[in-house]
């Protein structure tokens, strides 16, 4: 036996006399990956409990704001319960997946995977802009909904067939505001669009004002009666061919009751025909 034969048998023995042993395969398996991946596998999953939390804590800051109660009856909650989620649950999922797909890239990043710099400086700066853009459109779909609803419930009461057009011009002008100001966020040129909603504004002024140029002249009579009060409830009058007793003058008509029926006078016919006191 050569002396590099019994130096290489004496490496092998452990102070104890008993030669170490060989690490199993899983074993082998663990030391070959090197500290950044486990590092990266942390990170990985760090994120994906801080998503969990996120989308739990910002579900219960919604509920707790009242935001379900709020957009109850809108198009686009009708259309996330027809999915079986809701507008709250996907606001709450959306700030969570934003979180995680930061820890992915993070992850990445501290992998040292060679492609992932380059790409991790520009998604960097645009995902933020793209969460801001999707939760914007979210709201003004929300927003523009609720507009649509409580316009009509605010002109439910007017019979005029010109007014069944205001609550969806609303709600479609937030949503193109919406859209405006999501576009922006991620860099896209709208000045055209802007000078498009310039017209769109412009035209809806001139078909508003030819369509309610009737109701426009009885809100600016009623704005005249009620300030100047030529007459008052339970006076006797007499607009036009009409006569009887003021039951109630509003901001567009008055009401007059004879001892049979009742008219609902437009106040820019009382302006215009004048009225006249009756005494008894």
Not at 110 to 126: K, L, Q
């Amino acid at each position: 036996m050569s002396v590099a034969d019994v130096t290489i048998s004496l490496a092998q023995v452990t102070p104890s006399g008993i030669p170490p042993e060989s690490p199993g395969r899983l074993g082998r398996v663990f030391n070959s990956i090197p500290p950044r991946m486990w590092l990266a596998i942390g990170v990985l999953l760090l994120g994906a409990l801080l998503s969990y939390v996120v989308i739990a804590v910002n579900r219960r800051i919604l509920e707790g704001a009242g935001v379900p109660e709020t957009i109850e009856g809108t198009a686009f909650e009708r259309t996330a319960r027809e999915f079986g989620t809701s507008t709250v649950a996907i606001i709450a999922r959306l700030s969570g997946y934003f979180i995680f797909i930061l820890s992915v890239l993070v992850a990445l990043t501290v992998a040292d995977v060679t492609f992932i710099s380059e790409f991790w400086n520009r998604v960097a700066v645009f995902l933020p802009k793209v969460f801001i853009a999707i939760l914007v459109l979210i709201i003004g779909i929300v927003i523009g909904d609720k507009a649509e609803l409580f316009v009509e419930e605010r002109l439910r009461g007017v019979k005029l067939p010109q007014v069944s057009v205001l609550p969806l011009g609303a709600k479609y002008s937030v949503f193109y505001i919406a859209a405006l100001v999501a576009l922006g966020q991620v860099n896209v040129a709208t000045n055209a669009l802007i000078v498009l909603l310039g017209a769109y504004t412009l035209a809806v002024v001139l078909f508003a004002a030819l369509a309610f140029r009737d109701l426009l002249a009885s809100g600016a009579a009623g704005m005249f009666l009620l300030l100047n009060q030529p007459y008052g409830i339970g006076d006797r009058v007499r607009i036009g061919d009409t006569e009887g007793i003021v039951q109630e003058v509003d901001i567009f008509v008055t009401h007059v009751e004879t001892d049979d029926e009742e008219y609902v006078v437009p106040n820019r016919q009382a302006l215009t025909e004048g009225v006249v006191r009756v005494r008894q």
